[in-house]
């Protein structure tokens, strides 16, 4: 749920538009942004407020407003904290026609992923593969479906991030073998740990180190598990946002390595 000042104004200016005719819901862009979507969405950051009406209503037109019409199912609009929006789903949907294929992944791979309940205070995914595909089947002539289709073919579930979907993409173009997202596996008895992405064919695992891993305690247990992964006969692969500059060209060289390092081959 949004929880900073910036989104909590971005709501108190979408509910009355919302409220002054009947059956409009904070749509797209707006959407996009209150449910804390990741991933890019090209013109997010503009200062309007996109509002949608179920057809054959008029489009709204007012002042700092871009006002859309389509059809919409009854599961297809909601409320968050008493504003009525559009489904996670239906936004997913909404913002493809401006997004690339990667990012619109980036965005499945949040709504697909396995929540962990201690961090999150929840249990279940926001949306599974057969809702999001429903989606698509509903809305077929949408503009935008056909890289939404795309994307979700490429979609999982396990990425834990918008980086760790950008390399797992990145990697998979380059023709590296296919990752596994968020896999425990046991390195030698009693020691499990889960890298973001694992081959374990050639005992490689990869991890994507944000700005929380400067930190001093973040530091010992990076080093921690970096060990435990020696110890096992393992190679782990650690990965920045400066590797993942130009296409993620060092990533992937990185990755590569360690992989030829343990007998991988391109056919």
């Given at each position: 749920?949004?929880?900073?000042?910036?989104?909590?104004?971005?709501?108190?200016?979408?509910?009355?538009?919302?409220?002054?005719?009947?059956?409009?819901?904070?749509?797209?862009?707006?959407?996009?942004?209150?449910?804390?979507?990741?991933?890019?969405?090209?013109?997010?950051?503009?200062?309007?407020?996109?509002?949608?009406?179920?057809?054959?209503?008029?489009?709204?037109?007012?002042?700092?407003?871009?006002?859309?019409?389509?059809?919409?199912?009854?599961?297809?609009?909601?409320?968050?904290?008493?504003?009525?929006?559009t489904s996670r789903p239906r936004t997913w949907l909404d913002?493809?026609?401006?997004?690339?294929?990667?990012?619109?992944?980036?965005?499945?791979?949040?709504?697909?992923?396995?929540?962990?309940?201690?961090?999150?205070?929840?249990?279940?995914?926001?949306?599974?593969?057969?809702?999001?595909e429903e989606m698509l089947d509903r809305h077929w002539g949408?503009?935008?479906?056909?890289?939404?289709?795309?994307?979700?073919?490429?979609?999982?579930?396990?990425?834990?991030?918008?980086?760790?979907?950008?390399?797992?993409?990145?990697?998979?173009?380059?023709?590296?073998?296919?990752?596994?997202?968020?896999?425990?596996?046991?390195?030698?008895?009693?020691?499990?740990?889960?890298?973001?992405?694992?081959?374990?064919?050639?005992?490689?695992?990869?991890?994507?180190?944000?700005?929380?891993?400067?930190?001093?305690?973040?530091?010992?247990?990076?080093?921690?598990?970096?060990?435990?992964?020696?110890?096992?006969?393992?190679?782990?692969?650690?990965?920045?946002?400066r590797h993942m500059t130009t296409d993620a060209r060092t990533?992937?060289?990185?990755?590569?390595?360690?992989?030829?390092?343990?007998?991988?081959?391109?056919?």
């Amino acid at each position: 749920m949004p929880g900073s000042g910036a989104d909590h104004s971005l709501a108190d200016m979408a509910r009355p538009l919302t409220q002054v005719t009947a059956f409009s819901a904070a749509s797209h862009a707006t959407a996009f942004l209150l449910w804390e979507f990741p991933g890019f969405l090209p013109g997010s950051n503009e200062p309007v407020i996109h509002i949608s009406r179920p057809e054959p209503m008029a489009i709204p037109r007012r002042r700092g407003v871009v006002g859309h019409r389509g059809q919409f199912f009854d599961d297809e609009i909601t409320t968050l904290n008493g504003l009525y929006i559009t489904s996670r789903p239906r936004t997913w949907l909404d913002c493809t026609r401006k997004m690339d294929i990667d990012e619109i992944t980036v965005v499945a791979d949040h709504l697909l992923r396995i929540p962990r309940p201690e961090f999150e205070g929840r249990t279940a995914p926001y949306c599974t593969p057969d809702e999001l595909e429903e989606m698509l089947d509903r809305h077929w002539g949408t503009p935008g479906i056909r890289k939404a289709r795309l994307a979700l073919e490429q979609a999982c579930i396990g990425a834990d991030s918008a980086p760790e979907t950008r390399l797992r993409l990145a990697l998979g173009r380059a023709g590296l073998p296919t990752a596994e997202a968020n896999v425990r596996t046991e390195l030698s008895p009693g020691v499990e740990r889960q890298p973001d992405l694992s081959f374990r064919e050639w005992r490689v695992a990869v991890d994507y180190e944000g700005e929380g891993h400067s930190e001093p305690e973040q530091i010992v247990r990076d080093i921690e598990k970096q060990e435990d992964f020696a110890r096992a006969g393992w190679i782990l692969v650690r990965i920045s946002k400066r590797h993942m500059t130009t296409d993620a060209r060092t990533a992937v060289r990185k990755v590569r390595r360690a992989l030829e390092h343990h007998g991988w081959s391109p056919i």
